[in-house]
């Protein structure tokens, strides 16, 4: 019996050391268990790239681009990188939302929300979408409000690049296929978002 | 969403590069002396804001979201883990759109095949146009044919003319008393007001049509003439016979040219003597006429019913009535038939244009006692008549009832005829069923008055004409 249990444990820790590909491979084959170990690895990345991409319903993003990744599995040939072809879903995702949001009239990120010492809405959904509490200390509170607004008055091209640089992970080659650039305009793009963002968080630094 | 550094993007690409690099380097743990030194202070300085931005926490997605997806994964999963049998396989294979699309062109081309008509038109057809449009084969929904001719589809059909043997048939059935129901007129009765071989060939197949679209043709009385059936219905069915009647006149044309007026040296009116001869000689599209003529009635009885009256139906009678003058001048063409023949035609369909008026007169006056108050629906009306506002009415009543009054005094057909379709349109607009039911039939009373004009006793509209007395008319 704990022969069995054994080989179950090492089964799950053979499963989970596998990569993106490999358990693409394995769902395809029909183990769900595999899309599930994916969609653990990156679905938080996967919200903070919609976050940082100003998507309104970060959480319906992440959602609609596993569910993509579900239907069109049998089409993942392994060509690409599994990640590069989630956060490109996950990308033109954030695009339509984007240009659906264009036309509609919603409150203002900037305008406080109550009292007009209250937080800001945009405040408001950073906070939730960090899940801070109370209890989080001031100075990351401060730091988190800052590198917010920094990020947010980045041109999109350098936020959606730094985004997926240093939040999604993404190699420079995978961001330059998920947004069909070369490499070297996107290093560009992400040496002038590092400026950018050392001037406006140089406080902190 | 426009890159504010675009030329120094271009100019430095090289050196963005190195300096991501290096600091890429940095951040994975390289050491900071491996740096460039004009970059190094920078290059540290992203490392600490680096650090403090990897330490923020992730977002957490929604758990609702996670299950949403392990659902959906699970269904794929099982799905592809169905072992498909070779059955499924196949039909999987076949029922995608390309075999399905080229087993349907194949079936088409097929049945194509199948029933396209291989056989060039006989010169001596029966009939052309009658044959083509009529075959004496196709079902005819209808009642059964009076016991005077239900014998008469298989007897031999010598003729070929449609105005000979038709028209000596067309003076039989007129001859038939009116007493007997249904009377035995059938549907060269149909044809007998018009004096024309070639509005009678058509008229055929126009009665077939209606005969199709006849709901029910059991129920009239058997003194109702379908005369006018044929040009009310023409227009209703033209859209369903035009292609029929186009191969048809084509035939037509053919088989006269080949053979001009063959039929006519078949048996002359003068050797048909009774009944019997006539319905012998009666051309294979006549075959079913006594059905399509009942059929005709149930049209018309549906016309009565205010069905079918309306100003669509008037535009489609003078587009049968255009077809059929056009198919007369092309027969008037064609026509080649000896003087003796002609002259012998020409006294039988006077006969039987007589009889016509007269049943046209009393069909007129038969709808008008017909209808009760309210005999036809409101819905039956077009819907411009049946929304219009009761204020409207009260004109449009009171406008009726004058050409109502004109219409009964002017005795001129002409103005009259003007009147009624005046009073017609009015009727229609008013909503009033009855008013427009007398106009149009009175309207179609005087239209047939026109073309046999010498025949038409016109009565006061409003009275009908007696019962009795058209009956023993048709013992005479």
Request: glycine share 6%; aromatic share 4%.
């Amino acid at each position: 019996m704990w022969l069995l249990g054994i080989a179950l444990i090492l089964a799950m820790v053979a499963i989970e050391t596998l990569g993106d590909e490999a358990l693409m491979e394995r769902f395809t084959g029909g183990d769900s268990r595999a899309l599930g170990l994916l969609y653990d690895r990156h679905a938080r990345a996967l919200k903070a790239f919609a976050i940082q991409q100003g998507a309104a319903r970060p959480d319906d993003v992440v959602q609609d681009a596993f569910l993509r990744v579900v239907r069109n599995a049998a089409g993942f040939k392994g060509q690409a990188k599994f990640r590069t072809w989630l956060f490109t879903i996950a990308r033109n995702l954030c695009v339509d939302a984007s240009r659906r949001d264009r036309f509609r009239n919603g409150p203002s990120l900037d305008a406080p929300m109550g009292d007009d010492d209250g937080p800001t809405l945009g405040e408001r959904i950073a906070s939730d979408a960090v899940g801070l509490d109370a209890s989080r200390n001031t100075a990351d509170l401060q730091f988190r409000k800052v590198y917010d607004v920094a990020l947010d008055r980045l041109p999109d091209e350098q936020r959606e690049v730094f985004t997926l640089r240093e939040i999604s992970g993404l190699s420079f080659a995978e961001i330059a296929e998920a947004t069909q650039t070369n490499e070297n305009t996107v290093k560009s793009r992400m040496r002038y978002a590092l400026k950018a963002l050392r001037d406006a968080l140089a406080d902190f630094a | 969403m426009t890159d504010k550094n675009t030329t120094t993007n271009t100019t430095t690409s090289a050196d963005d590069a190195a300096f991501v690099d290096a600091y890429e380097r940095r951040i994975a743990g390289g050491d900071s002396a491996a740096l460039p030194a004009q970059w190094r202070e920078e290059i540290e300085q992203m490392a600490r804001i680096h650090a403090k931005i990897a330490a923020l926490p992730m977002p957490e997605v929604s758990p609702a979201v996670r299950s949403v997806v392990l659902t959906a994964a699970a269904q794929v999963a099982a799905e592809s883990r169905e072992p498909k049998s070779l059955f499924a396989t196949i039909a999987q294979f076949l029922f995608r759109p390309g075999p399905i699309l080229v087993g349907a062109m194949a079936a088409a081309l097929a049945l194509a095949v199948a029933v396209r008509p291989d056989k060039a038109p006989a010169p001596v057809a029966v009939s052309g146009p009658v044959a083509a449009l009529d075959p004496p084969s196709a079902p005819q929904p209808v009642a059964a044919p009076p016991p005077a001719l239900a014998a008469a589809p298989a007897a031999p059909e010598p003729a070929t003319e449609p105005g000979g043997a038709g028209a000596v048939h067309e003076a039989a059935a007129a001859a038939v008393p009116r007493a007997e129901a249904p009377p035995a007129t059938g549907s060269p009765k149909d044809h007998a007001g018009v004096d024309d071989e070639g509005l009678r060939r058509d008229a055929a197949p126009i009665a077939a049509e209606a005969a199709s679209v006849a709901p029910d043709s059991s129920n009239k009385p058997a003194e109702q003439v379908a005369g006018q059936v044929a040009g009310q219905v023409a227009g209703q069915v033209a859209g369903q016979v035009a292609g029929g009647a186009v191969r048809a006149r084509a035939n037509h044309a053919a088989s006269a040219k080949a053979e001009p007026q063959q039929a006519f040296a078949q048996p002359p009116p003068q050797t048909v003597k009774n009944l019997d001869e006539a319905e012998s000689a009666r051309p294979q599209g006549f075959a079913q006429a006594p059905d399509k003529r009942a059929a005709a009635q149930a049209m018309l009885g549906a016309v009565d019913a205010g069905k079918a009256n309306n100003a669509k139906a008037d535009v489609a009678k003078n587009s049968g009535a255009n077809y059929a003058s056009k198919d007369k001048q092309a027969a008037q063409n064609d026509d080649a038939a000896p003087q003796a023949n002609r002259e012998g035609q020409q006294a039988v369909l006077k006969k039987t244009a007589e009889v016509k008026a007269e049943a046209n007169e009393e069909r007129a006056n038969q709808a008008y006692r017909s209808q009760p108050s309210n005999a036809a629906p409101k819905a039956a009306l077009p819907n411009s008549a049946a929304d219009n506002k009761p204020t409207d009415n009260a004109a449009d009543n009171s406008q009726v009832a004058k050409l109502r009054e004109q219409a009964d005094k002017v005795v001129d057909p002409s103005k009259k005829l003007a009147i009624l379709k005046a009073l017609h349109a009015a009727a229609l607009k008013a909503g009033d069923v009855k008013q427009a039911q007398w106009a149009k039939a009175q309207i179609e009373v005087a239209e047939a008055g026109r073309i046999a004009p010498a025949k038409v006793t016109r009565q006061p509209a409003a009275e009908p004409v007696n019962r009795a007395k058209a009956g023993a008319d048709a013992q005479h």
